[in-house]
């Protein structure tokens, strides 16, 4: 079967251009998905995956939008130039796009952090969308701990140094300085805004709300934090489901690896998500 077909571009917007990447729907086209990435190091890790479930979802009659937040992959500026802010405009940049010139439903597809960034873009623009959220991030602050550990990590600093280092970055960042780590420069209307994030859906209810856990230890029992989100929203309203798939952790791994039944499980919950 042939690959589906790509097209890449850039998006003006707001200190400069977006770059995009379209795969297009093989076949009768079922909708269109826009996918929001991980965050830092998480994304990068995860292009492979990502461009290979793009063409799945395609060759299943779905176009996909692959766009790069502000400061990150192609796009323009660095990542000290982002804000939490502009990068939820930009969850409704793509949207705009498809949405003029898809047909079919809308489907956001997230990863990791992602998800906050939807959730932050729903409320904002009062849409309902169906949402596929593939291991989502329900907390902002907690997120934010674990990326300045890395800062600990880069240093092989001890636990104790480690807290100490960790509880100056927040200081500096709540300060309104930059703060390096692992290589990334963080800006505080970045770190501050992920902070303050977490994941919660207009009261409004009606969503449909899939997400999938990649886990390879053979633990059965959902998280705790997913667990508790899937009873939240549905005391809303929403349609949820909980699955969990075996595969690695591709995002945080050392070198890159694949979870193909996370695609195959995703291209059946689309089924469902696209009615």
Known sequence: MALPAREAFFLEAPLGGRFCLLT????????????VPAFAEEQNKSRRMVALAAQAFAARGWTVLQLDLLGCGDSAGELVDASWSQWVEDVGLGHAFLSARGSGPVVLWT????????ADWLKLAGARLPLLLWQPVTNGRQHLSQFLRLKAASEMLSDADAKTALARARVALHAGEVVEVAGYELSPELANGMEASSFELPASGGYAVAMLEVDGSGRTAPPPALAALRARLEAQGATVSLEKVTGPAFWQTQEI????EL?????HVLEVLGR
């Open 24 to 35: 297009r729907a093989q076949g009768p086209v079922r909708g269109t998905i826009l996918h």
């Open 111 to 118: 990863h990791r952090a992602g998800s906050l960034l939807a």
């Open 257 to 260: 690896e694949l979870a193909p």
């Open 263 to 267: 695609i195959e499980r995703s291209c």
